[in-house]
């Protein structure tokens, strides 16, 4: 059986030559330690049909980013920020707007002809995924976004269909989601979900950050655990091994 | 006494006599009642003959969607289509006036009910109505909660509409065998007139009956008067007296 690369090389040797069809990573950190470079990596690869979900990123920087490096930037981004900006943010700056200058009969006309609905971004995201067609590559770009506005049962339970999905179709995914933040309930959930977790950890040594790739847990090979210390080069995150 | 003060002619033949003429205007009635005694039709009624006086009248419904309740006065005698057209007869449900602000958690606090005050004021100045229907009061207390938000409201909803010389009916649900007139008892209190609506059981027949319990600025007659609902509108006799009940 062939593996599948992540999109970095030497990861790829440490891990089983790459992941097998099915596999989920997770990738957590604190902020600012490269995970959003991370998942362009990884979605860079061009082996299967890539969709990227975006919650923080613009799809122009994103793909901007991604050609920066050189890497293949042809994939489908679906940005759910920018969704949730005109669905749920732009409703709620018409809210103050009403409750600041008042209403009209004009107004109450007006909304009685839309048919706003607010979107439920989990259920969205789950319904994306279910129709993707194998093989396919997923890159949920972040997790936080679910967790900071739903309720976290009903992200883990989501989860656990979408990485169902996964396996069952043969896709590969990588998740990012911010370290600390959250109770332990809540990331053991993830953790215990996904096939594999890699942290990135810096520490400062006098004037420079000195980083590391820990590859924490790996199914069913628990001799692949190890840290490794990695810099950033024109490949990007470029561990050593 | 009573001529001094405009009255707003109900249009419903014996309610006016038993108000010597009308409610006073710019007052702020309860219509109060168990389900069926007729709260809704009477206070449509009162609307369709404002409107048909020329008086922008303007029914605020919070329990039923507006053109379900719209087919109920289309087949009375009186009503005519032109009135919706002509902007004289306005229906706006209230969830929407939520939905704009936002209120959509459940209990609102003080700043909502004053946004919401605002907004019920604004549309009567701009559209110059005369005449407002809220059906019902019950479930914008339920959004409410607390007595002093429910006391809030009235009183400046009441004060409001009165400024602009809008009179006003609140709509309010009661249960049969209720002591009160009002749910939570404030809405009573606050009200300029009360007008009670109720079923009796006479001889094998349920009556709907109606009495005008209390009405500010003017006398009125507090007798129980027999309501039937006629093609022709809402229509009132005196309750015969003696016999078996």
Redesign the interface.
């Known amino acids: 059986m062939s593996n599948t690369s992540v999109g970095i090389e030497e990861l790829d040797k440490a891990l089983m030559n790459g992941i097998p069809e099915g596999y989920t990573i997770l990738v957590m950190g604190p902020p600012g330690a490269g995970m959003e470079l991370f998942a362009k990596q990884f979605a860079s690869v061009n082996e299967q049909s890539v969709t990227y979900f975006s919650t923080n990123e613009r799809t122009g920087d994103l793909k901007a980013a991604m050609k920066k490096f050189g890497w293949n930037a042809d994939i489908n981004v679906v940005n759910i920020g920018t969704k949730y900006y005109e669905n749920v943010l732009a409703r709620k700056l018409e809210i103050s707007r009403f409750r600041q200058e008042g209403i009209t009969m004009k107004d109450i006309r007006q909304f009685e002809k839309g048919t706003y609905k607010e979107i439920n971004f989990v259920t969205f995201l789950t319904y994306e995924i279910s129709k993707l067609d194998p093989p396919f590559r997923i890159v949920i770009d972040s997790l936080d976004f679910f967790f900071e506005n739903y309720d976290h049962h009903e992200v883990l339970s989501a989860m656990r269909t979408i990485i169902a999905h996964i396996q069952h179709k043969g896709g590969v995914a990588l998740f990012t989601m911010l370290k600390e933040v959250y109770d332990a309930k809540t990331v053991s959930g993830v953790e215990g979900m996904v096939d594999a977790i890699i942290e990135l950890e810096r520490d400062r040594e006098e004037l420079e950050f000195r980083k590391y790739l820990v590859i924490r847990k790996v199914r069913n090979y628990p001799d692949k655990v190890k840290i490794l210390p990695y810099s950033i080069t024109r490949k990007g995150i470029t561990p050593s091994l | 006494m009573d001529a001094a003060r405009d009255r707003c002619v109900t249009g419903i033949e014996n309610l006016d006599n038993i108000l010597n003429g009308g409610i006073p205007r710019g007052n702020t009635v309860l219509v109060t009642g168990s389900c069926g005694t007729g709260k809704t039709t009477m206070s449509m009624e009162f609307l369709v003959h404002g409107a048909l006086m020329g008086e922008p009248s303007l029914f605020l419904s919070v329990t039923e969607a507006s053109d379900k309740l719209l087919k109920n006065v289309i087949p009375y005698d009186f009503f005519e289509d032109s009135l919706i057209k002509k902007g004289k007869l306005?229906f706006?449900?209230l969830p929407?006036?939520y939905?704009?602000?936002?209120m959509t958690k459940g209990e609102l606090d003080f700043e909502d009910i004053d946004?919401l005050v605002?907004?019920i004021a604004?549309?009567v100045r701009?559209?110059g109505i005369k005449r407002l229907v809220i059906d019902s009061i019950t479930s914008v207390c339920y959004q409410l909660r607390t007595e002093e938000k429910i006391r809030q409201f009235i009183l400046k909803v009441g004060k409001s509409l009165s400024e602009y010389g809008c009179t006003s009916i609140l709509v309010s649900e009661i249960s049969p065998s209720s002591e009160r007139y009002s749910l939570y008892g404030v809405e009573e209190a606050i009200a300029d007139g009360i007008i009670l609506m109720g079923n009796l059981q006479r001889r094998g027949d349920l009556l709907r009956t109606l009495q005008v319990v209390k009405m500010r600025g003017t006398n009125h007659s507090r007798a129980k008067y027999v309501l039937d609902l006629t093609p022709s509108g809402v229509l009132l006799v005196p309750l015969l007296k003696g016999g078996s009940i």
Request: glycine share 6%.
């Open positions: 306005i706006i449900d929407v006036v939905e704009l602000f936002g946004l605002k907004a604004d549309i701009d559209l």
